[in-house]
């Protein structure tokens, strides 16, 4: 994008501020837990690997403003991580930075913050280029919502397969599309993919049908906030629908993720979809769209099956089905693996 959206500086975490893009650049400063709650929890960044960056940075100053204690300091991290409930990247971060506060005091919390922000920026580059393999000179990929840059440190996830082909050489077209109620797509992932030369088409979401029945898209990659050891993917609302399309339409569906984004544990029915506040579908950019009186439900994310998933992008290669046995064969195995990143 020209400049990087997140920098360490002078012992704060600069984030841009992605509630005014694309229209102004503005910039937020996490300096403590609070504010990094306040930035996750309104948006200020969203994706899932940043809010796990930022959340673990948040949590490091804080535990090195004095020294807090373990009872102050686990009661931070578990207010940090509930900020928003889904992206199984922010509890994990913030996790692992509570066990280097434990294990070796604020040192080690701000040492795992960075560890966990430079594991992301490297990760993200690897699934450019495992991902970069599915693509082909003059292909058009759709994608959903932003899992661009703007949603971790560098390159992004869905969008890193593009950026790696076209620094290959590669002529490849994005389609975006507009990703209500939030608008990440128009106003996010257009943003970068317009700024970094892509030719780019912008969609409503309700258009998905009619592109991939014109034959206009080659091939979808979205990201995830939460792929469970099955292959069963959260991500953004509407990407079950771009799912079932796909299908229909023998489009693959590809899935970027990194591992700190797999979640071995749960059960599709143990995962919270959080719900936001009814005004995001009420109001387009600050104005009213509905009569007083309507109902309004807003759950941010949904599921989709691990039959309607083609193959998971990760920064340790591509795993294709059956996803419990090659997510695993990824992971290798080690503890490390499946419980840290
Ligand atoms: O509500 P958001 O904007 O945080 O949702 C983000 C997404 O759903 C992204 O697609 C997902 O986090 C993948 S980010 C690399």
Known sequence: ??????????????????????????????????????????????????????GAFGLAFELSKGDPGPEAARAAAERLASARPTAVNLPRAVGRVLEAYLERGARGALEEARSIMEYEREAARMIGVHGARLLEDGDTVLTHCNAGALATVEYGTALAPLRVAAEEGKRIRAIATETRPVLQGARLT?????????????????????????????????GADRVLADGYVFNKIGTYQVAILARVHRIPFYVAMPTSTLDVRSRPEDVVIEERDPREVLYVRGRRIAPRGVRVLNPAFDGTPPEYVSAIITERGIAEPPYRESLARLLGGSDRARSAV
């Open 1 to 54: 994008m020209g400049f990087r959206h997140i920098e360490l500086e002078d012992g704060r975490l600069r984030v841009l501020d992605q509630r005014y893009l694309p229209t102004r650049i503005r910039w937020y400063y996490v300096v403590d837990a609070e504010s990094a709650h306040y930035a996750i929890r309104n948006m200020v960044v969203r994706g899932a690997p940043l809010i796990g960056v930022v």
């Open 190 to 222: 257009a943003f970068e993919l317009v700024k970094d030369g892509f030719d780019t088409t912008l969609i409503s979401d309700t258009m998905v049908g009619y592109v991939m029945s014109r034959g206009l898209v080659d091939k979808v990659i979205v």
